[in-house]
């Protein structure tokens, strides 16, 4: 059982992700936009050879679109045999939970963050909304073309 | 034969190998007699051997290592005790078997190896070593043992006494001499072989010098790193060309070149590497044919040519299956059984062909029969009947279309689920798995007459050329195996050679008409406001259109990344690539922007004529009559175009004539005579068609000429009535086929009444 997690902000919230899924975190980078890709895609960024998808963290979980700025962060994620980045507004801590029990989703939030989220953890000060590393970078393939 | 030498170049790569491990083995069991892994290692060594020779048809070797193995299995059971003896006679065994393999990698057979000796040796000291003395019967036959093989046993052993002259008696003890004595026939056959390397006066490289076997990983990740070792040369190469003027350093510059050219022939072996024959995938398709052909008591005969086809290693994986499943469904949705196919006229033996070759970059393979065929009506129905489509749909689908249904989940033509398809494999999987490794497969085929399904896939995965375009500021890389040629058009050539039609923009070129798309408009981003036009023509399939870009940059070696899956239901993209300056790029897809964009339908013609050869391509004049309406001559009888002014139209009797080459040309209006109204004329020049006819000439007056066209006409009985032989659609138009037998023929009559 994990019990490391690093945690970041989207939009006020914090969320948190087991460790063994964060490859690394990076500042902005330079990102070659996709067009016509689903609207939560912000390009592809190449991390060292590999290119890696982008995902507006926000965008994905239908928060308020992020202010444009140079200072939101990409947290390098490996999701089954993909490496994505989850574009999130800022780094916070890396939190030790050993002592907590993982809590379901409350069920009154939004339908695009529960589904994103394999649960919550309440510490004394904060609420932690846990990220599942493989829903969260599924996207609707609404823009599919089918033959 | 080939496949012959290959099966026995493998069998020696691989028996060589064994044979050395078996020398390890061999002297490790002398220090450790009693060890049964040893002994067990060493049997199925020689085993192994001994059933491939078999198969092989190497009588010789097999003999020989039938009585190393009895030996062996006696050794491995414990029956009998390891002597030094025993261990040189195994190792003089082992030496035996390497000079027969040496033999047969020369000639091919085993025929000139002289094993007996050595066999004689093995069987006596078996005997002789024997507490039991029943030399002839192994005591035991190991479970491996064939039981045939008690008689084998039993040969050499009759021979005995030819080539043992002193044949050794039983005695326990086995005399130091024998070894010895049987060792001297082995000396001199490998000076043999030497002078025979020296005959053929070149150094002989056996082939297990020739060839090492490697690690596939070991491989790719090579791949991997000659693929970012090319992406840093792009980048030193770009540092280094933008070096100019006096401050330009010539060694970088020079240092760089060279890495290109390193680079580039590294790159270069190291596919080699990968690259195999695709006859790797054929060798297994006459068995797989034949067991079917039993199976389903259909006749067929198998045809595959073009084996040397080399394709990447993980291609020739990943095809196997596909190409597998479309045999299978070749003989069985194809070939019709000995019955059938007599009632209909063919010959009792069906025909597969599997055809591969490298064409423009890409491995093409074609399987066609020459079976029932796919029939569209037949499709349909069962595609409906599945809820694939709905009748609408289906109704109103072109017979081609109707075809590639097969390939849409949940589809599958069986009408009962046989053993051979129907097992949840179908077409869909085949289609999917070959667009996976960026391939594309086409069926075409005509109803009673066949089936033909061609498969296209990339060389390699890895690295391709590509031509980098720059749309809306990014960089877009084309894959070079789809281009054709770039055309610039600027100002008025522009304007003449572009035209809409119907909202779609065509571009005429050499005679045809090119459906263009932007590149913009594809991607949804800006078209960028510029007077000339630059359109890269690209193929896919058997499409050809036209993409528009903003501006071409250059042609480049790039390494296809795959994209996440975030992007796969994006169809314009093939993937994605790091450029020389370290940003990704996407690169487009050819076939996918078609598909997006809907273009195919151009192609009709040319497809019509390509399953359908009663429809030859024809030259016809397009021209416009009546004010407005669409007719077409065969160009063959069209002499001249002539313009003349109304002013030299002079009457011959009731017919319209005008003087022309020291003649008089008679003139035929075409519109009366097609029963159509004569626009009234404005103009001052009348356009002419000189149609000549057995010396008499005849001036057919039309509006104006459209175009001349070859296509392949199928004709239509709508719109037939005197003078015009039925309607064809010719460049996407309805257009009247003049009938000029009977048009000219009733002015011929007049001009006869005239005269």
Redesign the interface.
Known sequence: MSTQYCTFWADGLQFAIAVEHVQEVLRTQ?????????E??L????LR?????A?DFRTRLALTPAPDSDARMNVIVRSGG???SLVVDQIGDVIDTEELRLQPVPSNLPGAVRSALTGVLTLSGAILLVVDPHRA???P?E???S? | MDEDAEIIAEFLVESHENLDQLDRDLVALEKEPGSRELLSSIFRTIHTIKGTSGFLGFGQLERLTHVGENLLSKLRDGELPLTVELTGTLLRMVDTVRHVLAVIELSSTDEQADVEAITATVVLLQAALTPTDAALEPAEPTPEAIPASEQEVAAPVADLPAPAPEPVVPPAPVPTPTPVQYDAPKVPEPVAVEQHHEQHGEPHRGIVDSSVRVDVDLLDNLVQLVGELVLTRNQILQRADSQTGPLADADLVRAAQRLDLVASELQESVMQTRMQPIGQVWAKMPRIVRDLALQLGVEVELDMSGHETELDRSLLEAVRDPLTHLVRNALDHGIETPEVRAARGKPTKGSLALRARHESGQVVIEISDDGAGIDPAKVAEAAIARGVITQEQAARMEPRDLVQLVFRPGFSTAAQVTNVSGRGVGMDVVRTNIERIGGSVDLSGQVGLGTMCRVRIPLTLAIIPALVVGEGGERYAIPQANLVELVRLEGDERDTSVETLAGAEVMRLRGHLLPLVHLADVLGTERLADSALTVIVVQADDLRFGICVDEVHDTQEIVVKPIGRQLKGLATYAGATIMGDGRVALILDVPGIAQVENIGAVDDLDDRSATNESHELDSLLVLEVGGGRRAALPLQAVSRLEEFDIAQIELSGSTEVVQYREGILPLLRLAPAIGLVEPVCERTQLSVVVYEDGGARIGIVIDRVLDVVEAAVVRSDVGRRPGVLGSAVIEDRVTDLVDLGAVTGATNRAMAGVG
Request: no cysteine; hydrophobic share 55%.
């Open positions: 330079a990102m070659t936009p996709v067009p016509r890709a689903p939560a895609v390009g592809l960024l190449n050879g590999q290119i890696v998808t995902v993909d490496v994505v970078v599924e996207l393939t823009v599919a073309v033959s």
